[in-house]
């Protein structure tokens, strides 16, 4: 109290705080408290969705489940030559933006993105947040470029779970973009999902579209840029969508009387015979479900190809329909990767 009654100390105070503020004032024109602009928008903008297929590396111990224990590499020397020959697949196509599935954690992918860096110039970032399968221990990620301000994961909240109609999703990931183009920023939320596999988990697998899908409603009325994406499991293909169905009636929103929540599936864009996603079986797990924006150039891009890139995928002279049998024992040069291929997208830079 007697510090605040002398004038002489009381002006000392006020000059020591002007001073700072002074002072904090020249840090904010310098940069600090700015709003800083979003990195710059790529002409192109590649987005892709792989499988990895057991992406585990040799150490056991971390692992629980003996399954885990049981597709982890061998050996220190199969797992070296499986994450270099990812990395050199995936330096072919560049992605922007690669959503994976079946990896084991975050030190896998740290584990190729080094490599591209040191073997293939090719600078990654990791997304990746831990999710609770604990049977399988897969995961899933995303690797990009640029442009993430935002990883997330959700949870069903408690009318939802106790409602019966949603199942939840272990393996999944939301991710959030941000481009500058000139004085415009564009936003861009992806969702990475991995669904229960096999044709008599449809019903399950039904439930789980549809809280994905109301994750994402919202956002995709508003005709903001929204991507679903990864190994959905569907046995369902373009065409043959039904309602009640496996799950993509639902996941692309027509389920709804609100046309404005609808995703187009972007497979539909690739020739017909060139939708096959994986490597044994005639089916097409693997999507990239995007909104209308994204297709049609009003969100900042423009859709212009899909392709299903089995070709860097396959190696030596054709899929090995053994693959399931010989991932680590069949001849180097004739070991297929994955038993499912990468699909991606490309979305052009609208002036």
Request: a negative charge.
């Amino acid at each position: 109290m007697h510090f605040y009654r002398s004038p002489r100390r009381l002006a000392t105070v006020c000059s020591h705080l002007f001073i700072l503020m002074n002072f904090l004032g020249q840090l904010g024109s310098v940069g600090f408290g700015q709003d800083w602009p979003a990195d710059r928008a790529p002409q192109e903008l590649k987005i892709a969705t792989w499988n990895l297929e057991w992406f585990f590396d040799d150490f056991k111990a971390n692992n629980r489940s003996d399954v885990a224990k049981e597709q982890s590499a061998p050996s220190r020397e199969e797992w070296e030559w499986r994450v270099g020959n990812f990395a050199a697949a995936i330096a072919k196509f560049e992605p922007t933006i690669l959503a994976v599935q079946e990896i084991e954690d975050r030190g896998v992918m740290q584990n190729l993105t080094k490599v591209l860096k040191e073997k293939f110039n090719q600078s990654y970032r990791v997304a990746f947040i831990e999710g609770f399968d604990s049977g399988t221990e897969q995961d899933v990620a995303v690797i990009f470029k640029s442009g993430l301000v935002e990883i997330a994961r959700r949870e069903q909240n408690n009318r939802m779970f106790e409602s019966k109609e949603f199942y939840n999703l272990s393996k999944h990931l939301i991710t959030r973009f941000e481009w500058q183009q000139g004085d415009r920023m564009i936003p861009l939320t992806l969702l990475n999902l991995h669904l229960r596999a096999t044709a008599d988990a449809a019903e399950l697998r039904q439930k789980q579209t549809k809280l994905a899908h109301e994750w994402m409603r919202g956002a995709i009325a508003r005709g903001e840029n929204v991507i679903i994406i990864g190994d959905l499991n569907v046995e369902e293909s373009v065409g043959e969508v039904k309602q009640g169905g496996d799950g993509m009636h639902t996941l692309l929103g027509l389920d709804t009387s609100d046309t404005n929540d609808d995703l187009i599936d972007v497979l539909e864009r690739a020739p017909a015979d060139k939708r096959r996603t994986h490597l044994i079986l005639d089916k097409q797990f693997d999507r990239i479900l995007a909104t209308p924006s994204l297709m049609e150039g009003k969100g900042g891009y423009r859709f212009r190809s899909i392709e299903v890139l089995s070709q860097w995928n396959i190696r030596g002279e054709g899929p090995d329909a053994d693959h399931w049998d010989t991932r680590y024992t069949k001849d180097y040069a004739e070991r297929d990767l994955s038993d499912h291929h990468p699909v991606m997208a490309t979305f052009e830079l609208v002036p």
